[in-house]
């Protein structure tokens, strides 16, 4: 069974770099859309990007300017970087492995990243 | 871009009761389109993809129905695990801004 584990820091100060990365644990990468989406607190969800096991990415067009999702399919992990962070961006993020484009049917457990000064 | 309406906001229901959710996309997104159950401080659930299919080890009770722009997530016979938010999501118009509609509350 495909595990996702996402790591990485949790508090960031305005117009640092959030930095995430997601594992993967018996799955392979081929055939799937390895997505970050987001949750303000109390809020809906966001869709933030998507690679695939090549390396081509989409991106909310929203956050493009932002964001680099990556992929090291080598290591089994992908990884999303948002720089120039704002209080805006505090959320719970999550990593998921999709079978269709947005979403997932099997997800990280979530990081919450607060961005304050 | 479709601009994804879900209604109602909140449904308080009883347990074994039927249950229909409604998502609505300002254009046509085919059969493009999933519904995700989340519950408090777990990640979404992937139900439903291509407007009526069950993901796997997704329970029968749940069922999906439509396409082009209104949308149907049908709970047979409610239990009370069936309490959560639920999204719908398209997946037609891609890259996105906003592919998921604001959730619809399923409150016992």
């Known amino acids: 069974q495909v595990q996702l584990q996402q790591w990485g820091a949790g508090l960031l100060k305005p117009s640092e770099t959030l930095s995430l990365t997601c594992a993967v644990y018996?799955?392979?990468?081929?055939?799937?859309?390895w997505t970050w989406i987001r949750q303000p607190p109390g809020k809906g969800l966001e869709w933030i990007g998507e690679?695939?096991?090549?390396?081509?990415?989409n991106y909310n067009p929203s956050l493009k300017s932002r964001v680099i999702i990556s992929i090291d399919t080598s290591r089994s992990h992908f990884s999303l970087n948002l720089s120039s962070v704002i209080a805006a961006d505090t959320a719970v993020y999550y990593c998921?492995?999709?079978?269709?484009?947005?979403?997932?049917?099997?997800w990280g457990q979530g990081t919450l990243v607060t961005v304050s000064s | 871009e479709p601009v994804m309406t879900q209604s109602p906001v909140t449904l308080s229901v009883s347990p074994g009761e039927r249950v229909t959710l409604s998502c609505r996309a300002s254009?046509?997104?085919?059969?493009?389109l999933a519904w995700y159950q989340q519950k408090p401080g777990q990640a979404p659930r992937l139900l439903i993809y291509?407007?009526?299919i069950r993901a796997t080890g997704i329970p029968a009770r749940f069922s999906g129905s439509g396409s082009g722009t209104d949308f149907t997530l049908t709970i047979s016979s409610l239990q009370s695990e069936d309490s959560a938010v639920y999204y719908c999501?398209?997946?037609?118009?891609?890259?996105?801004?906003?592919?998921f509609g604001p959730g619809t509350k399923v409150d016992f």
């Open positions: 291509g407007a009526f």
């Open positions: 998921a492995r999709g079978i269709i484009r947005g979403g997932g049917n099997r």
């Open positions: 999501q398209q997946y037609n118009d891609w890259p996105p801004v906003a592919p």
């Open positions: 690679v695939d096991h090549t390396g081509s990415t």
């Open positions: 018996n799955g392979s990468f081929s055939g799937f859309f």
């Open positions: 254009q046509s997104v085919g059969s493009k």
